[in-house]
T-cell receptor, first 117, second 109 residues
């Protein structure tokens, strides 16, 4: 199946710093990638839809100036958490849909656990 | 509004069978997914249903009734490694993926 790679797997940073998370599709081109965050024992929450070559579409309540998304190529999308605070500590997961597959199945990255001190 | 309901937690015995139910109310329907998620890991795909009926894949089967807005995931011959959260997700008419909160399945020996 399609492979999505996410990096880093975990990161610890100081409050006020910025953190970049990368999401790569390794064996297919992903015109659309999705960014989720997940708090412990809660469901995935869609943050934004990342479209190659255009601005991301953010879900209601997600600060676009805080969570910067860049989808510069067909295989790479990045999420930057700017001026991170402890409440931003969460599990961030990216996914991509392979349109050529009839199922429209989502393939997920491994996830990135962010801890802000 | 749109919502997906599934039990918060279920317990079953190793070797047994368990059925995890999911009911949904969404603006349109374009398919239903079941994903498995182990703690601290990303979800992995289990099944996809778009037509009514039962889809069988090894020890796992998924059923869909669009008229009832209902699906279930059936796990047979339970193994300890099946202990995980099981997420139900529906694609609505706008091709948005609506996620349930997940059912934590605990397998006991």
């Amino acid at each position: 199946g399609a492979v999505v790679s996410q990096h880093p797997s975990w990161v610890i940073c100081k409050s006020g710093t910025s953190v970049k998370i990368e999401c790569r599709s390794l064996d297919f081109q992903a015109t659309t990638m999705f960014w989720y965050r997940q708090f412990p024992k809660q469901s995935l929450m869609l943050m934004a839809t990342s479209n190659e070559g255009s601005k991301a579409t953010y879900e209601q309540g997600v600060e676009k100036d805080k969570f910067l998304i860049n989808h510069a190529s067909l295989t790479l999308s990045t999420l930057t958490v700017t001026s991170a605070h402890p409440e931003d500590s969460s599990f961030y997961i990216c996914s991509a849909r392979v349109l050529e597959l009839d199922t429209g199945e989502l393939f997920f990255g491994e996830g990135s656990r962010l801890t802000v001190l | 509004g749109q919502n997906i309901d599934q039990p918060t937690e279920m317990t079953a015995t190793e070797g047994a069978i368990v059925q995890i139910n999911c009911t949904y109310q969404t603006s349109g329907f374009n398919g239903l997914f079941w994903y498995q998620q182990h703690a601290g890991e990303a979800p992995t795909f289990l099944s996809y249903n778009v037509l009514d009926g039962l889809e069988e894949k090894g020890r796992f089967s998924s059923f869909l009734s669009r008229s009832k807005g209902y699906s279930y995931l059936l796990l047979k011959e339970l193994q300890m490694k099946d202990s995980a959260s099981y997420l139900c997700a529906v694609i609505n008419s706008n091709y948005q993926l609506i996620w349930g909160a997940g059912t934590k399945l605990i397998i006991k020996p």
